[in-house]
């Protein structure tokens, strides 16, 4: 379904005024299956999170190609949604209830009823309920995390980019997000690419697991989630 | 180490009653801002009433009841409200040019890169000066009339408008500005629906500059030049009653314009405030 064959990424960082080109991925390629929960795991800097960035359409890349269902990605669009690890991702000036509507609204082009309609059924499904009128800054941070999955759930894209959304969160709180998105995957099947730097997370979530190396990320393995653990994952990362 | 015991217990429910306790009625109307300020107003003005009175030279300092006197008398002739409703429809004229103008630059600016360097170039070239200073080429161009001081006006408006509505679609967070590309919004859905919003302090910061400059230099404009088209402004009547030593009348006068700074203040920004940006949690 979703294709990434042999993509290079590259961007421009100022460093001590000077203009640097890093190569965040070289020659990466994989390919996500229908209702697959695909994990990128590397260590920071990987350029994991780039990767991501590409298949969002947010950068192109200098080499290769990512394909979405037979078609070349080029920009933003809402058959890509993304979470992202910032508390800051939902608009601070709607409600959560708005900011599902809004995105249905301006993304999916759904008619403002209909919008309304789903979003009550996602915010119910995310037990969500007591907080459909909150404004975002009233929320805890599980709690932002949780509504910016519902209305990424809520366009119903054809995948979902998640970059380490629960980096920020306390451990209890992570380990109850997984549980919950692991619940939510088996309910609705839809696909996920999720880029992570814990192991323990990517065994947890991970049904495919990409492992990269650092600097510039490259391809190390490519495995089943059901036959990995933490000391396998940790070998093939750590050792050369 | 000596052998230590577990300790495992069964949480009982409190038997206190009172967990948050309200504040008691003393602190509870302290805590209004109006009533602090309120209190803060009838302290000055009787230390007001009292320096005058101790000064006794109603020609230098009238006194705080002779200024009251005179505002009413000149309310209840007409004399006071001719002058501030001429002074406010001029005011208002200014102020939304330049924010049209202010509109149209920022819009320029964050689409191209040209426009950008026109609007930083310049807003350093015309926000340190002070826009009074234009009125006696503004005389030569528009003449004696509403246009000169409308054009002053502008100038007072638009740089510090357009420069804070710039530098706060800049602030966005990189991840907003992503969220909304990511719903696939057309330009012009993207700037009225995120930038604007998601920049709404700066946005009302500077359109609160803008308004106290144009205030400023409106007041100022009209004192310089009053009778344009047969009636005067407020800047005009206080000008004019210096003239017939009418000194708590001049008071008065000054008491308008600052009357009228504090109710726009109070009652249409604190009020914008409320609405947007403190209920967004964007400002404590």
């Not at chain 2, 429809?89 to 320029?108: D, N, R, S, W």
Request: charged share 20%; proline share 5%; with cysteine.
């Amino acid at each position: 379904m979703l294709a990434v064959r042999g993509v290079t990424l590259q961007y421009r960082t100022r460093q001590s005024n000077q203009d640097h080109l890093v190569t965040a991925t070289y020659r990466v390629s994989f390919n996500v299956l229908e209702s697959d929960r695909f994990v990128v795991l590397g260590p920071s800097g990987c350029g994991k999170s780039t990767l991501l960035k590409a298949v969002g359409g947010y950068i192109s890349p200098v080499e290769g190609d990512i394909i979405l269902d037979g078609s070349n990605v080029k920009s933003p669009g809402p058959d890509r949604v993304f979470v992202f690890q910032e508390f800051d991702q939902l608009l601070p000036w709607k409600t959560v209830k708005e900011n599902i509507v809004f995105a249905l609204t301006a993304g999916r082009k759904l008619p403002r009823r209909q919008a309304e309609e789903r979003a009550m059924l996602n915010i119910e499904k995310d037990k969500l309920s007591e907080f459909a009128n909150s404004y975002p800054h009233t929320l805890s941070g599980g709690m932002k995390q949780r509504a910016a999955i519902a209305r990424a759930l809520a366009m119903e894209p054809r995948i979902l980019l998640m970059d380490e959304p629960f980096a920020s969160l306390d451990a209890l709180t992570r380990a109850q997000m997984q549980e919950e998105l692991l619940q939510l995957c088996q309910d609705t099947n839809f696909t996920v690419l999720f880029v992570t730097h814990s192991i323990s997370e990517a065994i947890r979530i991970g049904s495919r697991i990409l492992l990269l190396s650092a600097h510039p990320g490259q391809v190390k393995a490519e495995l089943n989630g059901s036959e990995s653990d933490e000391a396998r994952l940790r070998g093939l990362l750590f050792d050369a | 180490m000596p052998d230590r015991p577990e300790i495992i217990k069964p949480i009982v429910p409190t038997d206190f009653d009172v967990v948050e306790k309200p504040l008691g009625a003393w602190h509870r109307i302290w805590n209004i801002g109006a009533v602090r300020k309120t209190a803060l107003l009838i302290a000055l003005a009787l230390l007001w009433e009292a320096y005058a009175r101790w000064l006794n030279n109603p020609l230098l300092f009238p006194t705080f009841v002779d200024t009251v006197k005179a505002f009413f008398a000149d309310i209840a002739s007409g004399e006071l409200p001719k002058a501030a409703s001429y002074t406010i429809q001029l005011l208002i004229k200014g102020y939304l040019a330049g924010l049209l103008i202010a509109a149209l630059l920022t819009a320029f600016a964050s689409v191209t890169r040209i426009g950008a360097d026109l609007l930083e170039t310049l807003t350093s070239m015309f926000n340190p000066l002070p826009s009074i200073a234009l009125l006696p080429l503004a005389l030569i161009w528009f003449g004696l009339g509403d246009g000169s001081i409308i054009f002053v006006l502008i100038q007072a408006v638009v740089w510090t408008v357009a420069l804070n509505t710039y530098s706060g679609f800049r602030a966005v967070s990189p991840t907003l500005r992503m969220v909304g590309q990511n719903y696939g919004l057309s330009k012009v859905g993207y700037i009225t629906r995120i930038l604007i919003p998601g920049a709404f302090p700066s946005i009302l910061t500077g359109l609160k500059i803008g308004w106290a400059f144009a205030w400023r230099t409106l007041i100022a404009a009209e004192l310089v030049f009053g009778v344009s088209s047969g009636s005067g402004g407020l800047g005009w009547y206080i000008f004019e009653q210096k003239n017939q030593l009418l000194i708590p009348n001049v008071f008065a006068g000054l008491l308008t314009v600052i009357l009228f700074g504090l109710a726009v203040e109070t009652f249409i920004f604190r009020t914008i405030e409320n609405h947007t940006i403190r209920r967004w949690g964007m400002q404590s």
